[in-house]
């Protein structure tokens, strides 16, 4: 059974701030994606990543996957108050998405 | 272009009822895909569509199903309604199969409160 853990469960930083978000699996995945929820909204894709090791930059969010592919990483830098949100990561093994229990990010003005 | 609307918004229902959820996928998106998500259990599959045809299954009992239309609208349903269906039912649509490179796109979901 694949355990898929997503820490910390919650993060509560000031603006300014940076900040990183762990999704760390027991198995090996073919690629990963993360998104972002907002409240009252659905989730929305933020990356794919699909080389092992590769790094991935959107603004001022940063992603790394793991050389061994189990395991990635979402740093933020300079948090803005529009971060606040669920991060989620979604590895997927062959045609399906299993989502991870995510990380609630709270920054504060 | 519009996104992935699903309705209604919110439902309030008993035990024991049944209820039908409905989604409309961007258009052009063949595959839509259902998720349940609860602060205990987070974001859990329950089945994809594609092309009418259910593509995959997740681990939930057959109280839940689900169907897709020509025009790959979709529809899933819950019957015998218990307290712990009260969710955030969220639909994704996407433009072929979801696989492993897809981009899910997400509609705002439908919450759903069993009293």
């Known amino acids: 059974t694949q355990l898929l853990e997503q820490s910390p469960q919650f993060l509560s930083i000031q603006e300014g701030e940076n900040l990183t978000v762990y999704c760390n699996s027991s198995?090996?995945?073919?690629?990963l994606q993360w998104y972002r929820q907002e409240p009252g909204e659905g989730p929305v894709l933020l990356v794919t990543v699909v080389t092992g090791g590769e790094v991935k930059k959107l603004k001022r969010l940063t992603f790394q996957f793991g050389d061994a592919r189990k395991d990635s990483s979402l740093h933020i830098t300079a948090a803005q108050t529009g971060d606040t949100g669920l991060y989620l990561c979604a590895p997927a093994a062959g045609n399906k998405l299993t989502f991870g229990g995510g990380t609630r990010v709270l920054v504060k003005p | 272009k519009a996104g992935v609307t699903q309705t209604p918004r919110y439902l309030i229902k008993t035990r024991g009822q049944q209820v039908t959820l409905s989604c409309s996928p961007i258009s052009g998106h063949r595959s839509v895909s259902w998720y349940q998500q609860t602060p205990g259990q987070g974001l859990q599959f329950l089945f994809e569509y594609f092309s009418e045809t259910q593509r995959n299954k997740g681990n939930f009992p057959g109280r839940f199903s689900g169907r897709q239309f020509s025009n790959s609208r979709s529809e899933m349903n819950v019957s015998t309604l218990e307290l712990g269906d009260s969710a955030l039912y969220l639909c994704?649509?996407?433009?072929?199969?979801?696989?492993?490179?897809?981009?899910?796109?997400f509609g705002s979901g439908t919450q759903l409160s069993v009293l």
């Open positions: 994704a649509s996407s433009l072929v199969a979801a696989g492993r490179n897809e981009k899910l796109f």
């Open positions: 198995s090996v995945f073919s690629s």
